[in-house]
């Protein structure tokens, strides 16, 4: 396998920390932060300072039902699949200035490098940032990616609501009427290739001294809602014996699910990180809990094993509470093992380049998942400090940032010139 580098020594370092800094001012929070959830104006801001810089460069932009955001480059072949570069605008509330970001930033300089150089490529290219990818303000997580794929249902995704009460299909309503974009619709395209950048989110390209992460799959991920329903009473009147706290039966709840879920290897990935309480008063004794759960293991069987036992283990626990509790399966995403020719590319470029680099499944969910479904996928890591992520202090080299979008161009190439 000869892959052509050329395209790599157009990768601007200092171009693609400029736009890094441009981005993450939208949405900037007071910690150093970025707080952009899906559809939000800080959100179609982030979009609309995209869509400038990629006109600017003669690129074409077009969106599609559920406003996923393309910007396409086109190739010498017409009627031939594009190959898809990309990852996500929406940040979580305390999120950080490179989960998602860097994955759409780094296509965008790959696609820059190539009309710097005017260096053709049979297929066209584009990057594409896919809408709500967090899950943060609407649930599912990676909504856009999912409908995309055809995964979820697009009214389905286009009902889903957020806090207060907005659904995703009204918030995209109101982007389009504010940032109008030519429609494409999502069944138009099929990509011959999907290659998403991210920083790795976790410790083990700094601990290992590695530059680039290989990146061989996604551990599986489950996520649910629990309803825990109790009775509200007077805090000051009402007995131990016969309270209904639900409060007291989400705490029994998630300690039961805690030894449940306990593994000596510590492979297990158990999160509730969401909890909201009703009515939510110091003083009354409260009658309802919603907290949300977010399951991870690499191995199939025991997802599915230990995912099915949530709901007897939290309605069991509710019960010794005198409260009841429902228990929704929100997503269900199976371990994802990507294409290994596609995977072969990102190892070529990286030995090509000299990038140390580190073989590694991710720990982190990502649009790729649901992309490596209809098209062959990989994935090219670059370390983050400390491998912290999903926190306003989420931080990575510009030369890391750099040399991962290199091995991208390298990689997107070849599969460009396929
Ligand atoms: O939750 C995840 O794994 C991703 O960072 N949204
Ligand atoms: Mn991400
Ligand atoms: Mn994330």
């Not at 039966?249 to 909890?275: C, K, P, Q, S």
């Not at 909201?276 to 004794?285: D, F, H, L, Q, Y």
Request: aromatic content about 4%.
């Amino acid at each position: 396998m000869t892959l052509d580098t050329s395209a790599c020594a157009a990768v601007s370092e200092a171009r693609l920390q400029q736009r890094h800094d441009r981005l993450a001012a939208i949405g900037a929070t007071p910690r150093g932060g970025v707080n952009r959830l899906a559809l939000t104006d800080t959100d179609a801001n982030a979009q609309a300072m995209l869509v400038d810089w990629a006109l600017q460069r003669g690129f074409r932009c077009s969106r599609d039902e559920i406003g996923n955001l393309y910007i396409r480059r086109e190739g010498t072949q017409s009627g031939l699949d594009p190959v898809f570069m990309g990852s996500h605008l929406d940040t979580q509330p305390t999120g950080g200035r490179f989960d998602g970001a860097y994955g759409v930033l780094a296509g965008f300089e790959v696609l820059e490098a190539l009309a710097d150089l005017d260096r053709p490529t049979r297929r066209p290219v584009e990057v594409v940032a896919w809408t709500n990818e967090e899950g943060s303000r609407f649930q599912p997580g990676c909504m856009g990616s999912a409908a995309f794929t055809g995964v979820f249902p697009l009214e389905r995704m286009l009902a889903a609501k957020d806090r207060d009460g907005i659904t995703a299909g009204e918030a995209l309503a109101a982007i389009g009427r504010a940032m109008p974009l030519p429609a494409r619709p999502m069944a138009s395209v099929r990509p011959a290739a999907y290659l998403e950048a991210h920083i790795e989110q976790g410790p083990r390209l700094e601990a290992a001294g590695a530059t680039i992460g290989v990146v061989s799959g996604i551990q599986g991920i489950r996520r649910l809602a629990v309803s825990v329903h109790g009775e509200e009473a007077h805090a000051g009147t009402t007995p131990r014996a016969v309270r209904r706290d639900a409060v007291s039966a989400a705490v029994a709840a998630i300690a039961a699910l805690e030894a449940l879920l306990h593994d000596t290897d510590d492979v297990v990935r158990f999160t509730v990180g969401r909890m909201e309480v009703a009515p939510n008063s110091p003083n009354t004794v409260p009658s309802r809990v919603d907290f949300s759960i977010d399951l991870r293991h690499p191995d199939a069987d025991t997802l599915r094993t230990l995912g099915d036992r949530i709901e007897a283990v939290a309605c069991e626990a509710a019960r010794s509470r005198r409260c009841t509790a429902a228990v929704t399966q929100v997503s269900h995403v199976q371990p994802t093992v990507f294409d290994d020719a596609t995977v072969a590319l990102v190892r070529e470029a990286t030995r090509l380049l000299g990038f140390p680099s580190l073989e590694m499944p991710s720990g982190a969910g990502h649009d790729a998942m649901y992309l490596s479904r209809i098209c062959p996928t990989a994935m090219v890591f670059v370390p983050c400090l400390g491998g912290v992520s999903h926190n306003e202090a989420e931080s990575a080299t510009a030369s890391d940032l750099a040399a991962g979008t290199r091995v991208l161009a390298a990689a997107l190439v070849a599969l460009a010139d396929a």
